[in-house]
T-cell receptor, first 109, second 117 residues
Framework: DAKTTQPNSMESNEEEPVHLPCNHS???????IHWYRQLPSQGPEYVIH???SNVNNRMASLAIAEDRKSSTLILHRATLRDAAVYYC??????????FGKGTRLSVIA | GAGVSQSPSNKVTEKGKDVELRCDPI?????LYWYRQSLGQGLEFLIY????????KSGLPSDRFSAERTGGSVSTLTIQRTQQEDSAVYLC???????????????FGPGTRLTVT
């Protein structure tokens, strides 16, 4: 499994963009990069995933470095509901996920 | 539509007793996963099912833990002779497809909080 490095915590002001980085320098060529988040007292929820190209969906954008050794999850306008632990997980989505410690995002009103 | 459901939501049991935790995946999802989350260990994989078979049981922490899935749907995680270190939130997830090409997100249930006293 590819090892990931994420900041332990980050803070953002409400309605500001947030860039959550992840380093996955040992990622294999076929691994996707998944992002999940876990809101307080809930199970994790899928946010986005990508392979090589940048991806956008209604929740977020994913920017993937050209060498695929790092990626950044972008929340365009943070809301209080986005306060959660964000996990970056290389691998296949339909095999067991290996969760690291993630980044705890705090959003300040 | 209905998501993944788990029952009970909370379970308090005495050390040494057996417990059963239930997971109802999203209808039609062939893959089912069990994870647990404890304060000291974070989120860890336990076991997963493709249909009714379990190709990977490597995450089960001891032989006191077992799981089964019947009819390609409901799964039960059983912990025998519970210990205090089994206290955790047990999470179930399902996804539409297992194996092959493609990439599918996992949908998680709300979890069962197990407390062993």
């Amino acid at each position: 499994d590819a090892k990931t490095t994420q900041p332990n915590s980050m803070e953002s002001n409400e309605e500001e963009p947030v860039h959550l980085p992840c380093n996955h320098s040992t990622i294999s060529g076929t691994d996707y990069i998944h992002w999940y988040r876990q809101l307080p007292s809930q199970g994790p929820e899928y946010v986005i995933h990508g392979l090589t190209s940048n991806v956008n969906n209604r929740m977020a954008s994913l920017a993937i470095a050209e060498d695929r050794k790092s990626s950044t999850l972008i929340l365009h306008r943070a809301t209080l509901r986005d306060a959660a632990v964000y996990y970056c997980i290389p691998g296949w989505g339909n095999t067991p996920l290996v969760f690291g410690k993630g980044t705890r995002l705090s959003v300040i009103a | 539509g209905a998501g993944v459901s788990q029952s009970p939501s909370n379970k308090v049991t005495e050390k040494g007793k057996d417990v059963e935790l239930r997971c109802d995946p999203i209808s039609g999802h062939t893959a089912l996963y069990w994870y647990r989350q404890s304060l000291g260990q974070g989120l860890e994989f336990l076991i997963y099912f493709q249909g009714n078979s379990a190709p990977d049981k490597s995450g089960l922490p001891s032989d006191r833990f077992s799981a089964e899935r019947t009819g390609g749907s409901v799964s039960t995680l059983t912990i025998q002779r519970t210990q205090q270190e089994d206290s955790a939130v047990y999470l179930c997830a399902s996804s539409p497809v297992w194996g092959g090409s493609g990439n599918y997100e996992q949908y998680f249930g709300p979890g069962t909080r197990l407390t062993v006293t």
